[in-house]
C-alpha cells in the first residue's frame, strides 16, 4: 500500500540512488510521498511546518537542559540517540517547509554564510562569540 | 585574511566539487572552516548549538506570527526572503551540532522517516493530523 | 515529609494568604520550597531555566500546529486542558528564572507595557500587526 | 487619545489599586486596553498568541546561547536588562494567552505544582534531574 520503502538498503538508496541524488533532494521527494500518502499536504501550511520545526527542535533542546557544561562527553548514549531522532525530525520539517516556500536550501546556506563572513570579519571577531552588533 | 569564498561562484563550489559533494558534507566543511578561523569552537558546545538553533528557528517563527491562514499566498516577497534566511541559519547550526555529536544527518533522516512510516500506517492516519499517541 | 499542600483548599491559600500574597509571590515561595526539598536548586542556573521555559511553551505550542485558525472554538475540551497544564508549566518555570535573576516581574511588565505604548501609538498602528520596526 | 497611563506611578497603580489587584489580573486589564485601543484582537487568535510566545522566550534564550555556565554572576547588568525585558514579554504573552483561552493562571499554576509533587516524590528524586519517565 505504501511506496514508502521498509528495507534500511532499500531506505538508504541504491549505490546509483545515492551517486546521483543530492540528501536534500532526496528526502525533499521522500518527504512529498510520505504526506501526499497520507493527505497530510492540507495541515502543511508553512505556518503550520514552521510551527512543527519549533516543536522539534525544542525536543532536541530538551535533553540538554538539566546539563551542568553540556559538552560532547555529558552526553551518555541514550542522550545521544535522542538528540540523534529529533535532529533528523528537524530536518525533516526544514526540507518540507523549503518544498512548501521554494527555497534551495543549499543556495541559501551558502549565501547566508557569505553573509556572515561579511557580518563578522576574522580579525574583529576571532574568539569572542559577542553578537555583531554589539561591536 | 579569511579562506572562506567571497566569489559567489566559488562559494557555491565548482562543478567538480558539486558533483562530489553532499550539500550537508559540504556545509560541515563550510561551517568548520568558518567557526575554526575565528576560534568559536570554544563557545560552540552541543548545548549551546542546539539553544541557538532554537533561536534561529523562532526567528524563522516570527515570520509566521501573525498571519491569518498561514498559507504560501499569504507570504509576500519581503517576508520570502526573510524566511529565507532564517532557514539557511537553521541548516547552518543543525549541521554544525550533528558535527559535534558525531550524528549522520542523512542516515539518521532515512531512519527516522522509516520509523514514522511505522508509527503512523496510511490506511490508519489518512487525512488526519491527530498525533499518533490520540488514536 | 513534604510541607507541599496536598490539600487543594490548602494550596490555593487560605482566604487570609490570598488577600494578602499576590499571586506572583505566592508562586516564588511555593517553587522555592519545591525545589529546596529535592535539592534541585544545583541544576537551577538561569540558563537552564530558560531552556526549560522554551521546552514548556513549545509543549503548548504543539497543540496548535495543526490547527487551521486555531481560534477558540477549535480547541475542544482535552486540548483546552493540555494547553491549560502547559501554561501553568511556562508560569512557573518563569517565576523560577525572575527569582533567580532577581527580576520583580509586576514592575518589568509594566514598564515594558509603557514602552509598548510609546513604540506601537494607536494612532499609528491601529489595526495593523506589523513590527514597529516596518514603519 | 490612548488611556494608557504613561505616568509610571499611575502605571504602577494607585496604593488602593495595588493593594486589592492580583499582578495577573492587573495585567490583564491593562493588556485587554492596550490591544483594544490597537484594534489588534482581530490577530490575537490563541494560536497566534501561543506563536508570540515562543518567539519571546527565543529572544529571552538568546542572552544564555553562548554562555560558558549560565550563573547568575555570568550575567553582567546589560545583559540583566535585556533579560528583564523579554522575561515581562513573556508573562504579557501568557497573560493575553490565557484570558483568550478562559484559563485562571493562578488555579492552573497551582494545580500544577500538586501533580509535580506527586510525579517527583521528594523521597525518590532528591538531587537528581532525570525526567520522571526515565525512573
Known sequence: MSSFPSDP?????????????DTLTELRALTRTFA?????GQFHTPK??????????????????WLRTGELQELDQRKLEGIRHEMADVLLYLVQLADRTGV???????????MNAEKYPVE????????YDEY
Chains 1, 2, 3, 4 share one sequence.
Open 36 to 40: 501526499a500518502e497520507r493527505d497530510w
Open 48 to 65: 503550520n511546518l514552521a510551527m512543527a520545526l519549533s516543536v522539534e527542535v525544542a525536543e532536541l533542546v530538551e535533553h540538554f537542559q
Open 9 to 21: 538498503d532499500a531506505a538508504s538508496g541504491s549505490a546509483s540512488a545515492s551517486a546521483t541524488l
Open 124 to 131: 574583529k571577531v576571532k574568539g569572542d562569540a559577542r553578537k
Open 104 to 114: 534551495d536550501l543549499r543556495a541559501a546556506a551558502l549565501e547566508k554564510l557569505r
